[in-house]
């Protein structure tokens, strides 16, 4: 199937004082339309710097190279005015802090119009309010016609990240990327809003670019994962296969790491504890859909 978004040999690295800093290195996937692919891996492997990049949020002193095919565009190459045009509206980005993503002293109606009126500039102001309390209808908050002048301080935790869903979602992109959207809530609440998610999904066949460092919420919501360590895949599969055949030594520490009722919660391996070699080795396509690293 034709891929809605490919990310094609990224690389990003950040110069500082201290010397070059490689966060993302040769990184290739892809997305097709309406399919979910979480990225995995643990704090500081480059999944947060790989979804700023593809929206081109990151700060300018980055250096980024290769392709974010778009489906016919290089977003790596298109202007920043061409980009303002397509940011949220073909792809919107629900972030990791719901309370630093959101102004804390403008009411959350207004902080969703404004995202609507960037892209549909013809739209009357009654009309763009009606399309805001939709988006809010659309994730469940309740009485949204009243809160509609309410501060995000005066939500829950759970109904903050539901309003930025409703943010992202107000313009109807093709792609959402939701960067640990659950992470900061407790587990009732992270249920609900893996439940949103694929409920809103089904409703607007949006593809999904679902990032984590949880292997057990990502079983919950993907068709695919890439997993992730130091800024590369070192494997890729259905969730099916990962779970069931699961080959890279990083995979398999993290799928230890997963608690059930019947065991412990084992740490995952350390850096040092895999062989360099299965993070060097190019990744190679060992099943249908099914790649990884060699271990040695
Ligand atoms: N603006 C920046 N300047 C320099 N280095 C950065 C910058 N942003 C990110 N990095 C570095 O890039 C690497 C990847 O960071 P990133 O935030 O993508 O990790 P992550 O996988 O999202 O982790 P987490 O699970 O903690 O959110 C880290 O080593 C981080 O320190
Ligand atoms: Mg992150």
Redesign the pocket.
Known sequence: MQSLLRVDHLS?T?S?DAGR?T??DDLSFSIAPGETLALV????????????AILRL??P??NVTGSIWFREEDWLKLPERDMVARRGRDAAMVF?EPMTALNPVMSIGKQIAEGIRIHQRDLSRAAVRQRAIEALESVSIPEPRRRFDDYPHQFSGGQRQRILIAMALANRPSLLIA??PTTALDVTVQAQILDLLRELKQRSNAALLF?S?DLSVVAQIAQRVAV?RK?KIVEMATCAQLFANPQHPYTRSLLAAVPTMHSDRNAPLAATEIPTAALESPLVEIATDHWTRAAE
């Open positions: 990003i950040f500082s800093h966060a993302v891996g643990e704090s500081g492997s480059g999944k947060s710097v790989t979804a700023l990151l700060d002193r980055a990791q960067d640990e990032i460092h992730m800024g």
